[in-house]
């Protein structure tokens, strides 16, 4: 089946490093992304990682792939208060195809 | 360029009517999906539409249909609303093919049944 995981809340201070995981099961998805939302907004393509890859950088951004594990990371270094907002995972199959959205990462930075 | 257009932004309805929701893709891109997000969780895929023919429906009842134009907008249908389809409706375009990596979201109209 598709579906995908991530933990419900994160808090972290400001100038931390922050740290969304997320688990999925369809092993067919070959592009995997990080959507932000804020409050009464649309979804803001963050970065995204292509399932042959392994770790892909930009700026403040690091989305970590483990393929076997089926697990996703986003890391954002110097967290803001500016990132505050609800982070989605989410996967697809080809570049037009459904995607797949998990529950959202509520994150909260502590100025 | 003009990002996805999706009109009205918010529309308050009672339940056992009628709504549209319109979307303009980003000029060049062919395909059109939506998407329902309600309040607190993800968005829940709907419909894809790609030159005008339906390519995939999520897991929704009948009252929702959709269709694509020949210059790729996209209108999603509702009929007799439920409180229950309130929600943020999203419309994403694509250029399905190419070397283009993903889909566009647009804005979203936010959808109140009362």
């Known amino acids: 089946g598709e579906d995908v995981e991530q933990s419900l809340f994160l808090s972290v201070r400001e100038g931390d490093s922050s740290v969304i995981n997320c688990t999925y099961t369809d092993s067919s998805s070959t592009y995997l992304y990080w959507y932000k939302q804020e409050p009464g907004a649309g979804l803001q393509l963050l970065t995204y990682i292509f399932s042959n890859m392994d770790m892909k950088q930009d700026q403040r951004l690091t989305v970590l792939l483990n393929k076997k594990d089926k697990h996703l990371s986003l890391r954002i270094a110097d967290t803001q208060t500016g990132d505050s907002a609800i982070y989605f995972c989410?996967?697809?199959?080809?570049?037009?195809?459904?995607?797949?959205f998990g529950p959202g990462t509520s994150l909260s930075v502590i100025p | 360029d003009a990002g996805v257009t999706q009109s009205p932004t918010h529309l308050i309805k009672t339940r056992g009517q009628h709504v549209t929701l319109r979307c303009s893709p980003i000029s060049g891109h062919k395909s059109v999906s939506w998407y329902q997000q309600v309040l607190g969780q993800g968005p829940q895929f709907i419909f894809q539409y790609y030159e005008k023919e339906e390519r995939g429906r999520g897991n929704f009842p009948d009252r929702f249909s959709a269709r694509q134009f020949p210059n790729y907008s996209s209108e999603l249908n509702v009929n007799a609303l439920l409180l229950g389809d309130s929600a943020l409706y999203l419309c994403?375009?694509?250029?399905?093919?190419?070397?283009?990596?993903?889909?566009?979201f647009g804005p979203g109209t936010r959808l109140l049944v009362l």
């Open positions: 989410a996967g697809g199959k080809t570049s037009y195809d459904k995607v797949i």
């Open positions: 994403a375009s694509s250029p399905a093919g190419g070397k283009e990596e993903t889909q566009y």
